[in-house]
């Protein structure tokens, strides 16, 4: 019998919209980006390939194992995790204030879009024929 996959799952709270306009304010302007949804959030493409995005209260990066090693390691990341026990390898997340809070933000979010721009571009899905 198949799992239906939305036992035990929580209901998402909405992104605040402080955080999504701090989101939208560092993606504006940036060549290639594009704005779409995952998980109900604002998230952020480049090729096809998510790398950016809010969730509930929390930001979220791709990254490479070097860097998320680094970023796990710093104490200000997390691993990121959805769904619980379900964990997305290749992401990490951190409070929405670390968006806001100046600092070392926009070298982590030139890591995600350097990492994002070495991924190979993902066909977009529709009709094949």
């Known amino acids: 019998m198949a799992k239906s996959g939305l036992k035990g799952r929580r209901k998402w709270k909405p992104v605040p919209e402080d955080l999504i306009r701090s989101f939208d304010e560092v993606i504006s302007g940036l060549v290639g980006v594009t704005r779409r949804k995952m998980f109900g959030c ?8 998510m790398f950016f995005g809010c969730f509930e209260d929390d930001i979220f990066m791709r990254l490479s194992q070097e860097d998320r090693e680094e970023a796990l390691g710093s104490g200000r990341f997390s691993p990121f995790e959805p769904v619980p026990g379900r964990r997305m390898r290749e992401y990490v997340e951190a409070p929405g204030e670390f968006i806001r809070s100046g600092g070392d933000f926009e070298s982590w979010f030139e890591r995600s879009l350097k990492y ?4 190979p571009p993902k066909q977009a899905k529709g009709n094949k024929g």
């Open 42 to 49: 604002p998230c952020a493409f480049m090729n096809g390939n």
């Open 116 to 119: 994002a721009l070495s991924l």
